[in-house]
T-cell receptor, first 115, second 111 residues
Framework: DGGITQSPKYLFRKEGQNVTLSCEQN?????MYWYRQDPGQGLRLIYY???????QKGDIAEGYSVSREKKESFPLTVTSAQKNPTAFYLC??????????????FGQGTRLTVV | DAKTTQPPSMDCAEGRAANLPCNHS???????VYWYRQIHSQGPQYIIH???NNETNEMASLIITEDRKSSTLILPHATLRDTAVYYC????????????FGKGTRLSVIA
């Protein structure tokens, strides 16, 4: 099936440890995005990548890192520098609209809990 | 910051039409209006988008005012499974600019 896959669905880590969240898409989409969602809040942009080997910081990039070595993969690392890492993390992808509006598709999210 | 304004919550009786409003008074000529919804603990689901003409698909209809400063998402026959947070977003059509989410409208469909 075509789509965007995030793994794992639930993740537990000890405070001070780095953790990497996986996001893979087989939609041949150019762009990929990472968002964070806290309880009762909307989604906030962490990082995004419009093309392989390039990415830009979003509104809340501090304490996070990403890489985009392959078109289909955009892993997010939550580092120990992130003060409040416990949250719901969502990955999305979209194709370049070339002037036309195109939709972005979301994965089902990874719920990270740091204890 | 989000460029749209939505009511925080709405109720709708099951089987009736749900009309969700959105204001986007500063929308630019090259920006589309997108609607997504998020059911609890899931990823947002794309519903519909449009530029200036009204749009309809199997899920919903999108009505955009002539001046493009506001729009309404219509779910013609709401069911309990339509209970979710609905987000209205404006986004340029070219390139791959990120979606900017506000707080959305929490729609509760009541039996």
């Amino acid at each position: 099936d075509g789509g965007i896959t995030q793994s794992p669905k639930y993740l537990f880590r000890k405070e001070g440890q780095n953790v990497t969240l996986s996001c893979e898409q087989n939609l041949n989409h150019d762009a990929m995005y990472w968002y964070r969602q806290d309880p009762g809040q909307g989604l906030r942009l962490i990082y995004y990548s419009q093309i392989v080997n390039d990415f830009q910081k979003g509104d809340i990039a501090e304490g996070y890192s990403v890489s985009r070595e392959k078109k289909e993969s955009f892993p997010l690392t939550v580092t120990s520098a992130q003060k409040n890492p416990t949250a719901f993390y969502l990955c999305a992808s979209s194709i370049n609209g070339q002037g036309m509006g195109t939709e972005a598709f979301f994965g089902q999210g990874t719920r990270l809990t740091v204890v | 910051d989000a460029k749209t304004t939505q009511p925080p919550s709405m109720d709708c009786a099951e089987g009736r039409a749900a009309n969700l409003p959105c204001n986007h008074s500063t929308i630019s000529g090259n920006e589309y209006v997108y609607w997504y919804r998020q059911i609890h603990s899931q990823g947002p689901q794309y519903i519909i988008h449009g530029l200036k003409n009204n749009e309809t698909n199997e899920m919903a209809s999108l009505i955009i005012t002539e001046d493009r400063k506001s729009s309404t998402l219509i779910l013609p026959h709401a069911t309990l499974r339509d209970t979710a947070v609905y987000y209205c977003i404006v986004r340029v059509g070219s390139g791959n600019t990120p979606l900017v989410f506000g707080k959305g409208t929490r729609l509760s469909v009541i039996a």
